[in-house]
């Protein structure tokens, strides 16, 4: 059956989000809804503080105690907000894994890396064998193209290069074979060789697992090469949806425009400055 036949795999309805302050609850997400199907890459983007991280936080369950969360998120048609904290544990690194920004923090310095994504494998299959688990660690260090991956179980994460980082980082993402993968800006601080490499990683990965995947970013010319479709935050709410081309070749938020005007392009008109991004709508 074709993807666009089936039912969403991941359907986000009417998620709030609200952090505690000094003055009481301040809503920060506003009421979004979107559907993402198997094998389809949908692209949030937004400037940053426009609610994007916080989306992906709350859909595993990550945000801090203290966060009011209120509406649904539906994974595989159970309802993620009402499940037992035993069952959500379950789901993360599991059927829902997700690629965390900054390699250098997210990654224990003083632990090889191959144990770091050993410790996902022993969490959700705690009955393998210390041989069955190196070999699958060892493999998806070879699916995300990591050289001598066996020899360079036991390295630590200064021992790699950025790119490399990122690298540990997916292949700690699909050791256990996730349905959803959660990318927030898996490209961050990476030169454009190296962010060419880990989209085309990405992509193969996707094709290769059947993998839906939310690729959160603030730059639409990545997004513009990686989703199917994309939606646009601004302010904690989703201005605009649609597919790729017609976001990108036919923006009807005024807000969408000004974000695609701002990119520089070969076409750009080096003599003017780059469009700037207004905060409220234009009169």
Sequence with gaps: MDASQENPLLQVENLRVSFATDTGMRECVHGIS??????????????????????????????????????????????????????????????????????????????????????????????????????????????????????????????FSGGQRQRILIAMAIVNCPQLLIADEPTTALDVTVQAQILDLLAELRERHKLAMLFISHDLAVVSRTAHHIAVMRHGEIIETGTRSDVFGHPQHWYTRNLLAAIP???????????????????
């Design 34 to 159: 979107f559907s993402l199907r198997a094998g389809e890459v949908l692209g949030l983007v937004g400037e940053s503080g426009s609610g994007k991280s916080i989306t992906s936080l709350a859909i595993l369950r990550l945000l801090e105690p203290t966060a009011q969360v209120s509406g649904a998120i539906r994974f595989a048609g159970a309802n993620l907000l009402e499940l037992r904290e035993a069952a959500m544990r379950r789901h993360r690194g599991s059927s829902i894994a997700m690629i965390f920004q900054e390699p250098m923090t997210a990654l224990n310095p003083v632990m090889p890396i191959g144990e770091q994504i050993a410790e996902s494998v022993r969490a959700h299959h705690p009955r393998l064998g210390s041989r069955e688990i190196r070999d699958r660690v060892v493999e998806a260090m070879q699916q995300v193209a990591l050289p001598n991956a066996a020899a360079r179980y036991n390295d630590y994460p200064h021992q």
């Design 265 to 283: 392009t070969m076409r750009t008109d080096r003599s003017h400055p780059l469009a700037q991004i207004a905060a409220a709508s234009p009169a």
